[in-house]
């Protein structure tokens, strides 16, 4: 009988989930709107409902146990708190509400970060590391670290939040409501205003021109930037000095094996990678110089938030 | 019959070493220049002579291992590398040839701060906190940081140079060959920097007008403040700030239960402390504010080095 577990991920928009093998292979999938659930008990109700479709079709199984993956989510408490980008406001149990219908397992909750590192340590590129780093460029900046072979989730389990350290004192406005975080530079939104600040500093055609604030994508200027506009290639540049920058302040407190990046951006390949590399080389601490690996993830295109979620689990159950 | 370690401590000018129990208890203790033996095997053997000598005035003890804390120490390689203000150029392997003398017992190096961190766990004010980070404020700054439970060496063994990491990109000169470190600030050196700095910016009288760029220490800027000058306060602001600044992005990073502070400038008490807290707090993330601890590390204006490198012993024959 084959045993799975559940990884769920949750997202703003969207909850998708998977039935994982300890290979890391999606047995079944499914999804289900995050949105348009102001009570917290309705949405677990019918997403569980999905859960137990996708089940039904599948044949005899074993469940182990189950990993979630959420914004603001706390592995120490099984909480998601006060998620800005979620309908539930202050603390949801979440953990403690899954185990009225999944009894005698581990119930696994951490953020999306914190997941994706563990889904690389698990099933991607950071096999056998015990030092490394992963950065998520999504709408906003998350990172996974993982020191000694552990996730570093702190004393009050938020720890890990590498898109809210300080670029620049008077810079960009961030939705935490300070200035100048990385993830206002670095994140799909911070390269869209980067984006905006060039075409407002340059004169020349760009095709991003035609495009408003709010139709323009990470994934427009990606796909802008590999066909050879100026302006997005410009932009990835931007993005990439700035990230680079940051990345050798990351390396000094943490001296990882390697670095990896996961997302849309991330697609951009050298556009993105050539500056961040040769930035955080260029202001790297002498003694860390050309030691470390900045990579894209081993997940990248794969459905890597249900694999981190599920790998959350795995970890878990291996520990006994 | 007590059992003991030896604690060694590596300075610029002088090396300090002590016997100490299990309490941490200094039982008995002695020092020997660093300065003036070129040839590391000269140094060595000279400061073994010193060990000798207070292990011979002592009542039957059994020695159960040895603790070095040392700049640029490497706690996996149990080597000093390319310390600029030693004398012995290149790598240093130190635990190696402590083996000649100590045989069939543990002997583990790692640099200074994370001794003191270790220390702090051991003999200070961490004991039983598994997320916590050390300063120590010396000619430079250097860094000690566990995450659950560990100190993070990292993958080569150098990791926690937070003096290291950015604070102004047009910033002042390091000696490490940037620009802008927060230890050019946050240092008994950049103190003194920011004192000349300030005696440019007014005209007040201060008692540290008559000083020398050469001959102006921290202590002296520490009594000076306590003293009321002016001056010496508003260096103290100014460290403070830039050190607050930067504190909130540490716990971004570690969630730490609580930051430490230890080094002569922490003498300043308030005139540090106070604009440290103050910044830190005022700079930080929504949820970690008010939730970490910045205290004055439980070791301070005790022989502190000495106690960190032997709990570096007791430590690891805990692990036995």
Redesign the interface.
């Known amino acids: 009988m084959q045993e799975l577990v559940l990884g769920i991920d949750v997202g703003g928009t969207n909850t998708k989930f998977g039935l994982v093998n300890k290979q890391g292979e999606i047995i079944a999938e499914g999804s289900c709107k995050t949105k348009g659930y102001p009570v917290f008990k309705d949405y677990l109700s019918h997403l569980m409902l999905n859960v137990e479709e996708a089940r039904a079709k599948l044949p005899e199984h074993k469940l182990m146990g189950v990993g979630v993956g959420a914004p603001?989510g706390n592995y120490y408490r099984g909480t998601i708190?006060?998620a800005t980008n979620l309908e539930w406001k202050g603390t949801v149990y979440f953990t403690e509400q899954l185990k009225d219908y999944f009894a005698d397992m581990p119930i696994i909750l951490t953020n999306d970060a914190n997941a994706a590192a563990i889904g690389e340590m698990t099933f991607g590129s950071a096999k056998g590391?015990?030092?490394f780093i992963v950065f998520t460029l999504g709408t906003g900046l998350g990172s996974g670290?993982v020191?000694?072979g552990?996730v570093?989730?702190?004393?009050?389990?938020?720890?890990?939040?590498?898109g809210?350290?300080?670029v620049n004192?008077f810079g960009r406005t961030c939705g935490?409501?300070?200035k100048g975080c990385l993830e206002t530079y670095v994140s799909a939104t911070g390269i869209k205003r980067t984006v905006y600040k060039l075409l407002a500093d340059y004169m020349c055609d760009s095709e991003l021109r035609g495009v408003s604030f709010n139709d323009l994508s990470g994934h427009m200027i990606t796909e802008a930037a590999l066909r050879g506009d100026f302006i997005a290639q410009q932009a990835f540049e931007y993005t990439g000095r700035v990230f680079g920058?940051k990345l050798?302040?990351t390396v000094?407190?943490?001296?990882?094996?390697a670095i990896f990046l996961f997302g849309g951006l991330v697609n951009a390949g050298d556009h993105l990678l050539k500056p961040a590399k040769y930035h955080m080389e260029d202001?790297m601490?002498?003694?860390?110089k050309g030691?470390?690996k900045l990579l894209v993830s081993g997940l990248q295109n794969k459905n890597a938030a249900v694999l981190g979620a599920s790998s959350l689990a795995w970890k878990e159950l291996a520990k006994n």
């Open positions: 603001n708190e006060e590391m015990k030092d670290i020191a000694n552990e570093i989730y702190g004393a009050d389990g938020f720890a890990g939040e590498i809210h350290t300080l004192v935490c409501g300070r920058m050798a302040d000094v407190h943490f001296s990882p094996e202001n601490l002498r003694n860390f030691k470390v």
